[in-house]
């Protein structure tokens, strides 16, 4: 598949969703660097394809990608400095919330001049990554089951198929944060009314 063929990816994060979005953009025929603390760690599950940093430097990103057409914010990370490499035309979306919640938006009014979208997605409760005992979390998972209406926890997958939506198929939307939860936001909101 080569649906993300030629596309200049950086993902900043190595975390259970950081590291699905990197697998489904080198699956899609991306050119991807995946950075954050145990970038190492991942190189098994995402493959030999990806440039694997510790930090997302904007010497290192231009280095390794000439520079960026789609970055996913997976932890937190200073996204400013690789602003100069994002291409007219890309992409940013956070996956992690920000230091400052409104940054997303902001950074949207910002780049909307270059045709760069930005976006979010907010991640509901998620099942832990793969390794880590589940009966440690039995607790957990009964709890967030109860909460989620949809009576489940996501996972990572579910999060990065949201996130490469916004930054490749949502053409016309910036300033936007998806919920990726099962429904919690819709359940809050609700009884926030009542």
């Given at each position: 598949?080569?649906?993300?063929?030629?596309?200049?990816?950086?993902?900043?994060?190595?975390?259970?969703?950081?590291?699905?979005?990197?697998?489904?953009?080198?699956?899609?025929?991306?050119?991807?660097?995946?950075?954050?603390?145990?970038?190492?760690?991942?190189?098994?599950?995402?493959?030999?394809?990806?440039?694997?940093?510790?930090?997302?430097?904007?010497?290192?990103?231009?280095?390794?990608?000439?520079?960026?057409?789609?970055?996913?914010?997976?932890?937190?990370?200073?996204?400013?400095?690789?602003?100069?490499?994002?291409?007219?035309?890309?992409?940013?979306?956070?996956?992690?919330?920000?230091?400052?919640?409104?940054?997303?938006?902001?950074?949207?009014?910002?780049?909307?001049?270059?045709?760069?979208?930005?976006?979010?997605v907010a991640p509901g409760?998620?099942?832990?990554?793969?390794?880590?005992?589940?009966?440690?979390?039995?607790?957990?998972?009964?709890?967030?089951?109860a909460r989620t209406p949809l009576r489940r926890?996501?996972?990572?997958?579910?999060?990065?198929?949201?996130?490469?939506?916004?930054?490749?198929?949502?053409?016309?939307?910036?300033?936007?944060?998806?919920?990726?939860?099962?429904?919690?936001?819709?359940?809050?909101?609700?009884?926030?009314?009542?």
């Amino acid at each position: 598949m080569t649906k993300y063929a030629e596309r200049r990816a950086v993902v900043a994060g190595v975390t259970g969703v950081g590291v699905a979005i990197a697998k489904l953009l080198v699956e899609g025929g991306a050119r991807v660097l995946l950075a954050g603390t145990g970038a190492g760690g991942a190189a098994a599950e995402v493959g030999s394809a990806v440039h694997l940093l510790r930090a997302a430097g904007p010497g290192a990103v231009a280095t390794a990608l000439g520079g960026v057409d789609l970055l996913f914010v997976a932890e937190p990370t200073p996204v400013r400095g690789l602003l100069p490499l994002l291409a007219d035309g890309g992409a940013v979306v956070f996956v992690s919330p920000p230091a400052d919640p409104d940054e997303p938006r902001a950074l949207a009014a910002e780049l909307a001049g270059r045709g760069v979208r930005v976006n979010a997605v907010a991640p509901g409760f998620l099942d832990p990554d793969p390794g880590v005992p589940l009966d440690r979390y039995a607790d957990l998972r009964e709890r967030c089951d109860a909460r989620t209406p949809l009576r489940r926890l996501g996972t990572p997958g579910e999060v990065a198929r949201a996130a490469l939506f916004l930054a490749v198929e949502a053409t016309f939307t910036t300033g936007a944060r998806l919920p990726v939860d099962g429904g919690l936001t819709l359940h809050r909101d609700l009884e926030n009314r009542s």
